[in-house]
């Protein structure tokens, strides 16, 4: 079942919009409680810890391709996991999760500019017009259907780190295609060991100048979910979701972060839904749709073990 469902693209990719719009929500409300790097670092060890019994031996039957290849590994390391995250974590503490989802729809424009730069990969007509569309949706819902809104938000240092960590992330998910000839377990148990490996220094520096953290049921239970569901999970779906179809027809679900967060402050935050809410939705879904179905056509790489 599990194999189906990782060749199932577009199912994965909504999953991980689905936890990544969780990570930001729970990042604002832990923001303050657990230093942005600390979060990051205990993020990514406790993944590691999680994923090593059913990875290690993949890792190990993949050890000398990764060794050839230990330049591109680091680099996806550093750009996916010991920056991005850290840096969207930092911005949590400036600014609110609401500027944090509008500015992640900037996402798949980081990423077209990448694929560009580094693999010559051009938007195709579909997918420009479906990431237009899509952002429009985006855009209704966070101004609540009335433009006006828009100009009342204030960008801070906040949102100059989210949108300097969504470049990050943009370099990371175009060198995706790169990714050498590595099993799903193994590519990302690499990857993720790398990157706490480079965040640790800066784990290190921050822990000396911050206060000593109290693991109450609001840290762990936080730290827990960001353990398992936007990393371990998040970061196979959405690796094996850009294998199968690409860096620029993955983009377009970047956009169904601000609707599932709307979502989730409806259900968890008590918001009540509105008319926007029902036609931001549509454009969102309408978006991903058009770029998904109207795109270069891809060949789909072996299923990998």
Same mark, same amino acid.
């Given at each position: ?137 985006? @855009? $209704?819902? =966070?101004?609540?259907?009335?433009? #006006? /809104?828009?100009?009342? *938000?204030? %960008?801070?240092?906040?949102? &100059? ?37 480079? @965040? $640790?220094? =800066?784990?290190?520096?921050?822990? #000396? /100048?911050?206060?000593? *953290?109290? %693991?109450?049921?609001?840290? &762990? ?85």
């Amino acid at each position: 079942m599990f194999r189906r469902l990782l060749d199932a693209p577009y199912l994965l990719l909504t999953l991980v919009s689905l936890f990544w719009a969780g990570n930001i929500v729970l990042g604002r409300h832990i923001a303050g409680h657990v230093p942005p790097a600390t979060l990051a670092w205990l993020r990514w060890v406790l993944a590691i810890l999680i994923l090593l019994p059913f990875a290690w031996r993949a890792m190990k039957a993949d050890w000398s391709v990764a060794l050839r290849h230990w330049k591109l590994l680091a680099v996806l390391g550093f750009t996916g996991i010991t920056l991005f995250n850290t840096m969207q974590y930092h911005a949590l503490e400036f600014t609110p999760a609401l500027n944090v989802l509008l500015i992640q729809s900037t996402g798949p424009l980081m990423i077209a500019f990448w694929s560009l730069v580094l693999n010559g990969e051009k938007l195709s007509v579909g997918q420009a017009i479906g990431i237009s569309l899509s952002l429009l949706g985006v @855009l $209704t819902i =966070i101004c609540r259907g009335d433009p #006006a /809104v828009l100009a009342n *938000i204030e %960008f801070n240092q906040g949102d &100059l780190w989210m949108l300097a960590a969504l470049m990050v992330y943009g370099i990371y998910s175009s060198l995706l295609v790169q990714r050498p000839k590595l099993s799903q377990l193994g590519f990302l148990g690499f990857t993720l060991s790398i990157g706490a490996l480079l @965040l $640790t220094p =800066i784990f290190i520096a921050e822990r #000396a /100048v911050s206060p000593p *953290i109290t %693991f109450d049921a609001r840290a &762990l239970g936080s730290i827990a979910y960001v353990a398992v569901f936007p990393s371990v999970l998040a970061y196979l779906f959405f690796n094996r979701g850009v294998q199968l179809v690409g860096p620029n027809r993955a983009a377009p679900f970047f956009h169904l972060m601000p609707v599932f967060g709307s979502a989730l402050a409806i259900v968890f935050l008590g918001e009540r839904p509105h008319l926007y809410h029902a036609a931001g939705y549509a454009l969102v879904l309408s978006g991903v749709i058009i770029a998904t179905l109207w795109a270069p056509k891809r060949v789909s790489p072996a299923r990998s073990s």
